[in-house]
C-alpha cells in the first residue's frame, strides 16, 4: 500500500487553464503539506495544514489554493496556470507538524 | 532551456568509500533536523534525524553529526553503495509551530565504480 499517493504523476496543460493535484495519506497523519519543488532541485514549502486547518502559507500566489476535506487528503488547486508554475509538485505528510515527513511520488507540471 | 541539476553541488565518491555530505543551516533556532534522499523520479526519503540537544547520531551506515555553534550539519554514509546515489537533502525543522521548515540546497551523490 502506497502511504502518500498524489494523482497525477504527469500533468501537461496550456497556459491559463486550471487544474488540480489530488493527495491522500493512509498513514493517519495529522499534518500535511505541499512542496514544489523547481528545475534546480531546489525543494520550498507551500502549505501545511494540522488537523484540517492551514498553519503555513507561503508566498503563494493567490491562483493556488489547497483544499482539506479530512485529515487524509490535502489537493491543490491551480487557477490560471502560467508558465512558472512548472515543476514538480509533492505532497507530503507527518504525524506531528515539523516532524519527519513522508513524501508522495510528485506530480509534474509542465505548462505550455 | 532548463537545465537540471546543473547548479546542484555533485560529490564523486568511490565504491566501498565513506562519504561526507555537508549542509549550512540558517536559523540559530531550529531545534530538530532532517537528511531526505531523493531518489531520481522520486520524493523525498527519511534517512536519519537528530535534536538540538544532541551533536552526533547514528544509524545503519549514516552518521549525523550537529555542531550548533557554526549552524553545521553533516551526513557521513559508510562504504558508499551504488544504491546511495542520489541527491540529499538537510531540512531544519524550527521550534515554532508557525516556523516553515526550511530545505537545504541539496547535494547530488554520484558513485564511482
Known sequence: DTAVS????????????????????NLGHDTMYWYKQDSKKFLKIMFSYNNKELII??????????????????????NSLELGDSAVYFCASSRELNTEAFFGQGTR???V | GESVGLHLPTLSVQEGDNSIINCAYSNS?????IWYK????????????????????????VTVLLNKT??????????????????????ENPSRRDDKII???????HILP
Not at chain 1, 6 to 24: A, F, H, R
Not at chain 2, 70 to 91: M, N
Request: hydrophobic fraction near 30%.
Open chain 2, 38 to 61: 531523493q531518489e531520481s523520479g522520486k520524493g523525498p526519503q527519511f534517512i536519519i534525524d537528530i535534536r538540538s540537544n544532541m551533536d552526533k547520531r547514528q544509524g545503519q551506515r
Open chain 1, 57 to 78: 502559507n507561503e508566498t503563494v500566489p493567490n491562483r493556488f489554493s489547497p483544499k482539506s476535506p479530512d485529515k487524509a487528503h490535502l489537493n491543490l488547486h491551480i
Open chain 2, 29 to 33: 533556532a531550529s531545534d530538530y533536523f
Open chain 1, 6 to 25: 498524489q494523482t497525477p504523476k504527469y500533468l501537461v496543460t496550456q497556459m491559463g487553464n486550471d487544474k488540480s493535484i489530488k493527495c491522500e495519506q
Open chain 2, 70 to 91: 557554526v549552524k553545521h550539519l553533516s551526513l557521513q554514509i559508510a562504504a558508499t553503495q551504488p544504491g546511495d546515489s542520489a541527491v540529499y537533502f538537510c531540512a
Open chain 1, 109 to 111: 507540471l509542465t505548462v
Open chain 2, 103 to 109: 530545505f537545504g540546497k541539496g547535494t547530488r551523490l
